[in-house]
């Protein structure tokens, strides 16, 4: 999720009607205070967890017909018995008009949520970030950066992509979590053995983002969006121009629409996604998010291979490596995810959602 490439778009686009300096797309490391988890909080689960009437795995179901809460069930947490991610936590948790405890041993089983509509994350964002006066962005001070599907910075479970792989390059310092390595060590070797990757490499260029670092990109448009609304409120758009402002205004206050996430947790923060492409000799893109690259970004190659073709040969060498894809954005892979959580392919079954819309927007479960 997150397509930087997009996002860069819709910011291009303002800078152009309101002169606002471009965003800078690398975010420059700083030390964030920990902030510990703070009940209730919602989330979305990631995998069917049985929902038990006391805090053990020997407990009787709280409904004797649905043992399980699915995949994909929104639940407000509302107590935890242990520390969450820890050996034999578990989580007291309301769903679908029914209360008990679920298994959260494991930071993986579910995904923070922070806020998921205009309205809820209006107020998230205004009550934990500020916007920058000059550019799309925001400083988020009041994160909860502990809790379900997020690592944070200098986490032991996070560790330095190697750059010394044959066939697969790394921009700058990415760090993952070790199924994650494994996983681009193991597409290294498939790329090896395939014959049709000849000329090609994989580039890895975003993999574990911090919780503040992607609520600070979401909350910053969605601020900037609220504040341009405002703004015209008051004085209603008459030019195209400002027409334009008007309509850009209703996507930024909806991060989905805009090829980002509603602020909270994602594979991205847990370490265990990463946007890749295929790059040819000259270091050009191949793929990107979006099938035709919006008419944006870096020039992919086409006079060699297409984006269609370069992005199932991505799939079958990912499949293959283990990883599977958003089935809206080409360069999003995650591992070790179930089958279950939706909008996700793989292998050459992700053709089946060619060309990839690049927004979340066009996905039913998010
Ligand atoms: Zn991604």
């Known amino acids: 999720m997150i397509s930087r490439a997009r996002f860069a778009k819709l910011t291009f686009t303002f800078a152009t009607l309101g002169g606002a300096a471009l965003l800078a797309q690398t975010t420059p490391e700083r030390e964030v205070e920990a902030s510990p988890t703070s009940f ?16 053990s795995r020997d407990a009787a179901p709280v409904s004797e017909h649905h043992r399980s809460l699915a995949a994909a069930t929104n639940v407000k947490v509302l107590a935890a018995s242990g520390t969450i991610g820890t050996s034999g936590a578990f989580c007291k948790v309301e769903a679908n008009g029914r209360t008990g405890w679920i298994r959260c041993d494991d930071t993986n089983l579910m995904l923070t949520k922070f806020c998921d509509s205009i309205d809820s994350c209006k107020s998230y964002c205004e009550k934990t970030c500020t916007k920058h006066s000059n550019d799309m962005k925001s400083t988020c001070t009041r994160v909860m950066t502990e809790g379900p599907g997020m690592l944070p910075p200098g986490s032991p479970a996070l560790k330095t992509i190697p750059r010394s792989m044959k066939h697969v390059s790394v921009s700058g310092a990415q760090h993952a979590t070790q199924l994650v390595l494994d996983g681009l060590a193991k597409l290294d070797d498939v790329i090896d053995k395939d014959p049709s990757w000849r000329g090609y490499k994989v580039l890895v260029k975003d993999c574990y983002r911090s919780i503040v670092e992607e609520v600070e990109t979401e909350c910053g448009l969605v601020l900037w969006g609220h504040h341009v609304r405002d703004k015209l409120k008051n004085n209603p758009p008459t030019t195209d121009a400002e027409k334009h402002q008007a309509h850009l205004a209703e996507i930024w206050v909806s991060p989905p629409k805009a090829g980002l996430a509603w602020p909270g947790a994602d594979f991205h923060t847990s370490g265990n996604a990463c946007d890749v ?6 270091q050009k893109w191949a793929t990107s998010c979006a099938a035709d690259n919006n008419g944006y970004g870096p020039p992919h190659t086409s006079k060699a291979i297409d984006v269609h073709a370069a992005s199932k040969m991505l799939d079958d060498a990912m499949s293959k490596a283990g990883a599977k894809r958003l089935d809206y954005e080409m360069w999003h892979y995650e591992w070790g995810m179930p089958a279950d959580i939706g909008c996700r392919c793989q292998g050459s079954e992700c053709d089946k959602h060619w060309p990839p819309q690049c927004s979340s927007a066009s996905c039913g479960a998010h």
Do not use: S
């Open 40 to 55: 209730p909080f919602e989330a979305r689960l990631v995998t069917a967890l049985e929902l038990r009437q006391q805090p």
């Open 277 to 282: 492409v295929v790059i040819d000799h000259e």
